[in-house]
């Protein structure tokens, strides 16, 4: 994606960013080869010795402490990037539930404790047999505690109808055989 550089951008960040994408790249992987090769094949020049040996140990250790900071960096910058577009699909959904925007600021034991409710909202959706209808472990609570006072109150109605019938009472309107 080619777009122009922003003027805050420093000339290490340019660097870095260039630096970055050489790297990944199948020509420098070409060049690392290929000095390798170069290496091994001057190995006889040099009787093997510990001083070719020890041009590639450091030069190899030098690259590798580098490149530590650069792909650091570079998973630094991607991860926010990620986190950022996330926050915006979040915050623009309706019915999401907004408390998971700049969750990634949060400590290992608020995670830890979000995703508990999140386990729990799962457990309540399975129990609903269907995952489609909860936002929220706000909204999944209520809805199992709506859920239970309705079979409640339904059991109830069900279980006071049985017992008028059994005394030979049945609720007004309704019509039993002794009546007829």
């Given at each position: ?26 020509s420098a992987f070409t060049i690392a080869f290929g000095v390798i090769v170069v290496w ?19 030069s190899t250790t030098i690259v590798t402490f580098l490149m530590v900071f650069l792909i ?41 404790t979000l995703h508990d409710h999140y386990v729990r909202l799962a457990q309540l959706a ?55």
């Amino acid at each position: 994606m080619n777009r122009p550089e922003h003027a805050s951008a420093s000339i290490l960040e340019r660097f870095a960013r260039v630096l970055t994408q050489w790297t990944g790249s199948t020509s420098a992987f070409t060049i690392a080869f290929g000095v390798i090769v170069v290496w091994g094949a001057t190995g006889w020049l040099f009787d093997y010795s510990d001083t070719w040996q020890l041009v590639i140990n450091t030069s190899t250790t030098i690259v590798t402490f580098l490149m530590v900071f650069l792909i650091q960096r570079s998973q630094n910058k991607d991860s926010l990037a990620i986190h950022l577009k996330l926050n915006e699909l979040v915050a623009s959904m309706k019915g999401a539930s907004n408390r998971i925007v700049n969750v990634e600021d949060l400590t290992e034991a608020e995670l830890r404790t979000l995703h508990d409710h999140y386990v729990r909202l799962a457990q309540l959706a399975e129990r609903d047999a269907n995952i489609l209808e909860s936002h929220s472990v706000d909204e999944a609570d209520a809805r199992y505690a709506e859920k239970l006072a309705d079979e409640a109150r339904h059991a109830e109605v069900h279980q006071g109808g049985r017992r008028r019938r059994r005394h030979g009472r049945e609720p007004s309107g309704s019509v039993t055989p002794a009546t007829k």
